[in-house]
């Protein structure tokens, strides 16, 4: 029989598990509650339990597991340690090594949720077909996460791939959720959209459907309206796309992917999005018509199991 791995995806509610055979078909997949009490000390052993209790419903035994991966919302070093990941409540742990110890010494490997998604992207999913990508996740944050020769690039200080992060605003006042002002995240994820017209509506006097929406207003409100042919969304929805040509461009003059792989829910907008994202970009990339495409995510919430799953194989 061929043997099996597994990807596990740690969020803050609950964990993702799938089980795979190690051409990527997925065969199972399920999910634990994510238990952050006591400094979430029981999120491992509730994973290793799980996975032990699957396995044998699927007459499977530790033997038949070639290793399992885990994504976690953290830095994650080389060496496999997390110093915090503040949505579990972990600090000074090294959960590879935990879980691996968990399931009778079999083979794990771990690294930053966004990365990892990545990983699964590359893999199964968006940039499937490509050895290097890049992916940018478009949610309540920005994430991000950088592969080069199939392996995750987590750098030396685990902060590759932050890309929410990349200074893009020099005028911005209020801070982002790290600390710093004028973050790719304050004006591209589904909150900094939502923010960015309120701004807009508040600075003019310019007719919108937007205003019915007043304060409840949402990035898919923006994106639908931008669609409709609403102005003031279009505006709004240009300055996103000129602020992540901006960091894309910055992104392939670095390590120059062969493909940009855009997920989260406001990449929901598909093309529609990657079109305005793509006019910015270009003209930020005029050295050369030789660079990485601009696609869309295909693997959705599944993309944290695929990508732990795919570590294992690396």
């Known amino acids: 029989m061929a043997k099996k791995c597994i990807g596990v995806d740690v969020g803050g509610t609950t964990v993702k598990i799938g089980l795979f055979e190690i051409t990527g078909d997925l065969l199972k997949k399920w999910e634990v509650p994510t238990r952050t009490e006591e400094h979430g ?18 007459n499977l035994s530790l033997d038949d597991i070639e290793g399992a991966g885990i994504g976690v919302p953290g830095p994650v070093k080389r060496d496999g340690y997390v110093e915090v990941c503040v949505n579990l409540g972990w600090r000074d742990r090294y959960p590879a090594k935990e879980l691996s110890q968990l399931l009778s010494g079999v083979p794990v490997q771990c690294g930053n949720d966004a990365n990892v998604a990545a990983l699964g992207e590359m893999w199964k999913g968006g940039g499937e077909g490509y ?29 590759g791939g932050e890309i929410g992060h990349i200074h893009v605003r020099d005028e911005e006042t ?24 309120k701004r807009k509506m508040a600075a003019s006097d310019k007719d919108s459907m937007l205003r019915k929406t007043g304060e409840q207003i949402t990035a898919k409100d923006v994106l639908d309206a931008a669609k409709a042919g ?58 050369s018509e030789d660079h990485a495409i601009i696609g869309l995510a295909k693997l959705g919430n599944d993309a944290g199991i695929y990508g732990a799953a795919r570590m294992v194989l690396n």
């Open 41 to 58: 000390k029981y999120i491992l052993n509730d994973v290793a339990a799980s996975i032990l209790e699957v396995l044998k419903q699927e």
């Open 131 to 159: 050895t290097d990508i890049v992916m940018v996740t478009l949610g309540t944050g920005v994430g991000g996460g950088v592969i080069l020769d199939e392996k995750i690039l987590p750098g030396k200080h685990g902060l």
């Open 174 to 197: 209020e801070n982002c959720n790290c600390g710093a002002k004028g973050c790719l995240e304050q004006v591209a994820s589904a909150t900094g959209i939502a923010r960015e017209a």
């Open 230 to 287: 609403d102005a003031l969304a279009l505006e709004v929805m240009d300055t996103v796309g000129h602020y992540l040509g901006i960091v894309l461009a910055q992104l392939a003059l670095t390590v120059d992917p062969d493909i940009f792989v855009i997920g989260g829910g406001v990449s929901k907008a598909g093309l529609f999005l990657i079109d305005i994202i793509e006019k910015h970009y270009k003209q930020y990339v005029a050295i």
